[in-house]
């Protein structure tokens, strides 16, 4: 009989030989793969409210009404539709039965961290490699630190935000479901690949 | 063609998917004549020629479904509001 020990669940990269064209000091584009805990919280009917103010209790996080993401602390809640959001933490216990109780019965939510992978993306020609799959505007005045936005990538589904920029360059989350994390990653690399593409974890 | 996603903000057609006419209502299957009315709800549709109210899902964006108020001759848009939020 096979001892079996404890089961340690820990973050599995999507992507293990995640590599880059050139070497950092000659890339205008840095990309990195980032392990958030993820949860979807869809408001029940009528309960939106509810929500509002237990996130707001909770966490001190104000419930975006569109497509936006609010960020205290390690914590984030990115607007996906009406009446769904993704809460994003990247420390912390065990994020989706925390939620659930803080939650109970106003909102259905349902663990998402293995269900998707998140790539940051940032560098000066970061903007140029996006746009060759996505047909909305991120000029920089436009989308803002802050906004974010449910889309396709090269026909991939996408959820995408803008972070703080880093160093004054514009920092970019994309969320993409696992199974297709190869193919949003080979569109990454081809479309990079002319800019110069470096993979650093510190990104 | 660019439909104004209450929610999403103007976004291109390839983001939504089509499905018609927002007027014909579920019939009661209970009905007597169930049959007759589940026939005209699934197949019977009028082809106006101007305005029509039309459901789309904006599958790659914000996953809901809208009605949309599109001219049939012209594809000029109206107004698109979220089915979730409309009496009808
Ligand atoms: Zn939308």
């Not at chain 1, 409210?49 to 960020?71: C, Q």
């Not at chain 1, 109780?101 to 996006?130: H, I, K």
């Not at chain 2, 020629?49 to 949309?68: D, F, K, T």
Request: glycine share 8%.
């Amino acid at each position: 009989m096979v001892e079996r020990g404890p089961l340690v669940l820990r973050p599995a990269s999507a992507i293990p030989e995640l590599c880059g064209s050139v070497e950092l000091s000659r890339a205008w584009v840095l990309a990195c793969e980032r392990h958030p805990q993820l949860a979807t919280v869809i408001a029940y009917k009528g309960r939106r409210a509810d929500v509002a103010a237990r996130l707001k209790d909770r966490y001190a996080l104000s419930l975006p009404d569109g497509p936006r993401r609010a960020t205290r602390g390690a914590s984030a809640l990115i607007g996906l539709g009406p009446r769904s959001w993704l809460f994003q933490r990247e420390t912390g216990p065990a994020l989706e039965p925390e939620l659930s109780e803080v939650l109970g019965d106003a909102a259905a939510v349902t663990n998402q961290s293995d269900g998707y992978v998140v790539f940051r993306l940032t560098g000066p020609r970061v903007r140029d490699v996006l746009a060759k799959g996505i047909s909305i505007d991120l000029h920089d005045r436009v989308f803002v630190p802050g906004c974010s936005v449910g889309t396709t990538c090269a026909h991939i589904g996408v959820i995408l935000w803008r972070l703080e920029d880093a160093n004054d360059v514009s920092v970019f989350e994309l969320a993409v479901f696992r199974s297709l994390a190869r193919s949003l990653w080979h569109f990454i690399e081809e479309s990079a690949a002319e800019f110069g593409l470096a993979v650093t974890p510190a990104c | 063609m660019r439909i104004p996603c209450p929610y999403c903000g103007s976004r291109d057609l390839s983001e939504f998917v089509y499905h018609g006419d927002a007027a014909p209502k579920r019939p009661d299957p209970a009905a007597e004549n169930a049959s007759e009315l589940f026939y005209t709800y699934v197949y019977l549709r009028e082809n106006p020629a101007g305005p029509l109210r039309e459901l789309w899902y904006h599958a790659s964006g914000c996953r809901s479904w809208l009605i949309v108020t599109r001219d049939t001759r012209t594809h000029d848009i109206a107004g698109a509001v979220l089915a979730m939020e409309s009496a009808s």
